[in-house]
Each structure stands twice: as C-alpha cells, then as structure tokens.
C-alpha cells in the first residue's frame, strides 16, 4: 500500500483516481446501468453502489465516533469474515439510483472525505492508535486512518476502473 508524506499527497491521488474512474461512466447508457455479462462480477450500477458503499462507511466511522457513539465496524449487522452479505446490502441500498445519482453521490462522498482529511491532525491522520473505530475495524494489523481512507478510494477506483471497462467492452 502506498505511503503518504502529506494530505494533499493523500488528496491529490483520491482525486486523480476519482477522476479516472468516474469518467468511464459518462459514455453508458442509463438503459445499460443494470445489464449485467458473464465475464464481469458487477453491473455499472453495483460497481458504482460498492463505491458509494464503503465511502459512505468511512464518513460514517468517523462522524460516528467524532459524535460520541459505539462504530461498528464494518457495519452493524455484518463483520468482516462475511463481506458478501455486505456487498449485497449495498447493492439493495444504492443500486436503484440512477448511474448520475450514483455519480453525484460518490462525488458528494469523496467531497465530504476531503473535507475529513483537512479536519483531522496530521497524527490523526498518519499515526496509529488514533481513532478507536480504526483500532477496533482491525483486531491483529495496526492502521491509521488514512489506509482506511486509501483502501476504500484509491484502491478500489483502479481495480474497478478495470472492471467496468471491460464491461463496457464487452456490453457496449
């Protein structure tokens, strides 16, 4: 995983992986948002609802435990040995949208995560033991907030940036 010396190193790469992987989505067809083939594991809609998932968990954690309240990680009702049933609650939750409400959300999350960067101290941020949702999320690694943030933006936004273009491939 990579290693930040700053915030807007931090910030700079969410963006330019955002960017690139937001804009495969401008050229498919709302009519195609649900089509789902063989060779690809999510549809345009559930590759975009898996993002606006785990964005949305990383501004819950810490809203959550910013307001006083018990983070469960990953989320209530679900524990990290069994990631499938969370993927498809994300699925239900999010998949309906249409792709450009899917696209304004994930947008308005990578906002409110820049917005979490900048409020946090740079040890908040870059040094373990730090907040207790990112103690307790991992019970044998120790992790700072910003490889949780790192995992759920950069990471995933290349990994699916592959998947959705070889749907679009392969679909349009």
Avoid: C
Wanted: glycine fraction near 4%.
């Amino acid at each position: 995983m990579r290693t930040y010396g700053n915030r807007e190193e931090l910030k700079a790469e969410i963006n330019k992986k955002f960017e690139k992987y937001i804009s495969e989505f401008d050229d498919i067809p709302e009519n195609l948002k649900d089509k789902r083939v063989e060779e690809v594991d999510r549809t345009p809609a559930e590759n975009l609802a898996y993002q606006v998932g785990w964005t949305s968990l990383v501004i819950k954690w810490e809203e959550d435990e910013k307001n006083g309240l018990e983070v469960k990680t990953p989320l209530e009702g679900f524990k990290w040995n069994n990631l499938g049933d969370l993927y498809q609650y994300f699925t239900e939750t999010y998949a309906h949208l249409s792709l450009k409400e899917l696209k304004e959300k994930l947008r308005e999350n990578i906002e409110s995560i820049y917005i979490m960067i900048d409020s946090l101290s740079d040890d908040e941020l870059f040094k373990p033991h730090m907040r207790k949702w990112a103690d307790d999320a991992t019970k044998t690694a120790v992790w700072e907030v910003y490889k949780f943030i790192h995992i759920n933006t950069v990471a995933p936004f290349g990994t699916f940036r592959t998947k959705i273009r070889k749907w679009k491939k392969i679909a349009l």
